[in-house]
């Protein structure tokens, strides 16, 4: 059997964390249909694994969360061989239950961005995947085991709503959130786990809060700068446990991308356009997608 190549997707603190603990690294700079992922997908090894990881902001966070080159991301990811994908990224929480530095193992989303390519198949035809359950189940569970054997906070399951941003929300919004039941509230998330599932990859996300956002007041003592430092320290904190958390499940030698699972197989009845009708040219070009 082949061996697995694990892809990572995360922001540039896990980029820099991560560079630290892979060798035998090498650098693909690769072309999609839907142009250059954010940047160069690193691929070498982590501890017994081979892992491709790929920074969404790109080098110096570059891109805005609107401008995040996601399509292009996800194919790439696809087109080097990548059928299970990890992805992480920081939030606001919505909930006094999930505290600033927890580590949430995200299983359901709201989405509300509106700017973004969501999907692959504009021009090829009517395709339908199902998302009822947005995350792959048994790669979410494999994390979760193997969060049991650390001291880190780590949530099993938690409703992820994607905004569109890049401002963050006013309170009256925040406040709508928490109404609508959400946990979490980021900018990232979508459309990447569409698209995860376009591609038929098993897709994770390992959420890190860090900040409770505006629906709870922050402490009037103190200024917009003592508030940033606090929760740019959230971040390294929980960006350090999720670091923690991906190399315990990396470590693991249990298969993460099998190939009997659910996700592997999203396209089989997806695509309702009649074969006769889809453009050869469109079908040659994403036929990475179905492989």
């Known amino acids: 059997m082949a061996e697995e190549l694990i892809g990572i997707i995360g922001g540039t603190g896990l980029g820099d964390a991560l560079g630290g603990h892979i060798c035998d690294i090498k650098f693909h700079?690769?072309?999609?249909?839907?142009?250059?992922?954010?940047?160069?997908?690193?691929?070498?090894?982590?501890?017994?694994?081979?892992?491709?990881?790929?920074?969404?902001?790109g080098a110096g966070h570059k891109f805005s969360p609107s401008e995040v080159p996601f399509a292009?991301?996800?194919?790439?990811?696809?087109?080097?061989?990548?059928r299970a994908l990890i992805s992480s990224g920081a939030v606001g929480?919505?909930?006094?239950?999930i505290a600033p530095g927890?580590?949430?193992?995200?299983?359901?989303?709201?989405?509300?961005?509106?700017?973004?390519?969501?999907?692959?198949?504009?021009?090829?035809?009517?395709?339908?995947?199902?998302m009822a359950e947005p995350t792959c189940r048994r790669l979410r569970e494999k994390i979760i085991d193997a969060a049991k054997d650390l001291d880190i906070k780590t949530h099993s399951k938690g409703t992820y709503i994607c905004m569109e941003g890049p401002q963050f929300s006013t309170r009256a919004e925040s406040l709508m959130h928490r109404a609508w039941?959400?946990?979490?509230?980021?900018?990232?998330?979508?459309?990447?786990?569409?698209?995860?599932?376009?591609?038929?990859m098993c897709y994770a996300l390992i959420a890190m809060a860090s900040d409770y956002d505006c629906w709870k007041p922050h402490n009037s003592v103190?200024?917009?700068?003592?508030?940033?430092?606090?929760?740019?320290g959230n971040v390294q904190a929980a960006t350090d446990n999720c670091l923690q958390l991906i190399r315990t499940v990396l470590s693991g030698s249990l298969e993460l991308a099998d190939k009997d699972?659910?996700?592997?197989?999203?396209?089989?009845?997806?695509?309702w356009t009649d074969q006769n009708s889809i453009d050869d040219d469109q079908r040659k070009k994403?036929?990475?997608l179905f492989e």
């Open 29 to 57: 700079d690769v072309d999609t249909p839907f142009g250059k992922p954010s940047m160069e997908v690193m691929v070498g090894r982590f501890g017994e694994r081979k892992i491709a990881f790929l920074n969404r902001h």
């Open 102 to 130: 927890d580590l949430v193992i995200v299983d359901q989303f709201i989405d509300k961005t509106f700017k973004r390519r969501n999907s692959f198949f504009g021009g090829f035809g009517a395709v339908h995947c199902e």
């Open 181 to 200: 039941g959400g946990d979490l509230i980021g900018m990232t998330a979508m459309p990447e786990a569409k698209l995860a599932r376009e591609a038929q």
């Open 261 to 271: 699972c659910h996700c592997r197989t999203s396209l089989d009845l997806a695509v």
């Open 286 to 288: 994403l036929e990475i």
């Open 93 to 97: 929480t919505l909930q006094d239950k």
């Open 72 to 82: 292009a991301n996800i194919f790439a990811m696809k087109k080097l061989g990548v």
């Open 222 to 232: 103190k200024d917009k700068q003592a508030l940033l430092k606090e929760i740019l």
